[in-house]
């Protein structure tokens, strides 16, 4: 499969399916929660600097605490994301899919010191990409993936037609395609739909051109409980 | 059975459970106002149903719509009720009393190793910069070196001239810089060790060289006497520092019969544990450091009597605390 999908068993015996981040939406939220720490420091930079020598203390004390414990305290305590990850959409998880807890957290983010070198996260990266769960090395050690949060089941917007029942039973995966064309078939030039619908000769019965787009879009609307 | 009959069947059960977890995630003030049909103890039960739900939906090939949302509940329940865990404040007293003394004890070979990497040259530094005290400019930058035979200038009163705000800052930089060495001598240790060691032997030998070299000069008393109140603290705290990231580096290169992910995870357990106690060892050392180290009210006999004092609660702190209670 080429879907980055992680797979996770629960004591009930039931496997729950978790959608993996990949690098790029990972680096943004870094970068958000970058920004966010800087306009958090300039806010206490502008208040420490009348403290002379007291409010210089403030700043790297400040510093400290944004650096290592910004991104614990906030995948702890907000649901699994800082500011950044929450803004991307993005939660860390345990690999048993439990939300992390302080030890895993800070493992994780005490290892960034590693993660960054040799600059800008490069061995973190090399890590992330070279195996299927987007783990970087503190993800690796603690044990933790970072998920994509989907609070609601997404919606399809399947356009509307005469439900047809399929002419056999389908497998999940067969479910998924259809339904998956059926959406994006608005989307697609009428040629390139039919295309792809005449790959699927045991459904479309031969049909081509729109018909065969027509057929699977009414198959999906039977598939999605319209009747 | 058709996926209709069973949406019907089960529905009022799936949404039930549904509104139970919106009541729990909502915010403090919207909680009063989502309606709540499902008392908390029942919960546990109908999760179980729901996963049965879930498994019973997937084999039977319903609607993806309905394999997704099942398998949102599912995960949205998994999340609370493994994800809650309380007793805070009497695992932080059990890990000072206890734990942390027990988990350096059980890693006294990885301790001893780093005590070696980093004593070492620290101690071949001393002896060697009292001997050849020019040496040192192989070593540091001119300009450091004349700013540290300033700062513990026999002249001076108060080492570095410093006033009480100057304490504060002091103390937050030495947090900032100290604390973070730590962290990257630890982190490092998951390339094989190699960075472990290389920060080990590299701050050994600064360390020792300094202090090599201003007792080579004359300056040895003010020196002496400045660090030797928080040099168990600090110095104890890089040793474990450093053995915390040598158990990650041992796991990669030897994991035992396990695979090398798996060693990794178990090792890295007690490894950042031991880091717990490490950064709490620098926050000491750094308030030492910031606020009694620069005092020189105190005769510095006084001064080398409460740094051997630090060094000997640290030293019976670590080899008897929690023992036989059975960590």
Redesign the interface.
Known sequence: MLDTTARIGTPEGIELTLRVAGPVPRALAWVLDLLIRAVILVIIGLGAGALGQFGAAIMMLSMFLLEWLYPAWFEVNWSGATPGKRAMGLMVLHDDGTPVRWSAALTRNLLRALDFLPFMYFLGYCAMVSNRDFKRLGDLAADTLVVYREEKPRTLKIPEAPPVAPPFQMSAAEQRTVLDFAERSARLTPERSAELAEIAASLTAGRSGDAATGRLVALANHLIGRR | MR??VFEQRHGEEIGRFERWLEHKQAGRRDRTRAVNALPDVEMPAV??RI??L??LA?DR?Y???L???L??L??RG??LL??A?GGHSARVLRFLAADFPGMVRDEWRLVVASMVLFFGPLLAMIAALIAHPDFIYHLLDPRHIAQFQEMYDPANTRVGMRDA??N??M???Y??NN??IG??T???G??FGL?TIFYLLSNGLTIGAVAGYLTAVGHGVPFWSFVSGHSAMELGAIVLSGAAGLK?GGALISPRGLSR?AA??AA??PA??I??GAALMFLIAAFIEGFWSPLKTFPPSTKYAVGLAIWLILLLYFLFAGRGRGT
């Open positions: 996926q209709a999760y179980r996963c049965q879930l498994a997937r090939q609607s993806p719509d394999v997704d949302r398998n949102q599912v995960l998994h999340h493994y994800g865990r705000d100057d504060v800052m103390f937050a930089y947090i900032w604390v973070k962290f990257q630890f982190a490092t998951m390339a960075g990650l992910k990794l995870v890295g357990r950042v544990k880091m717990y």
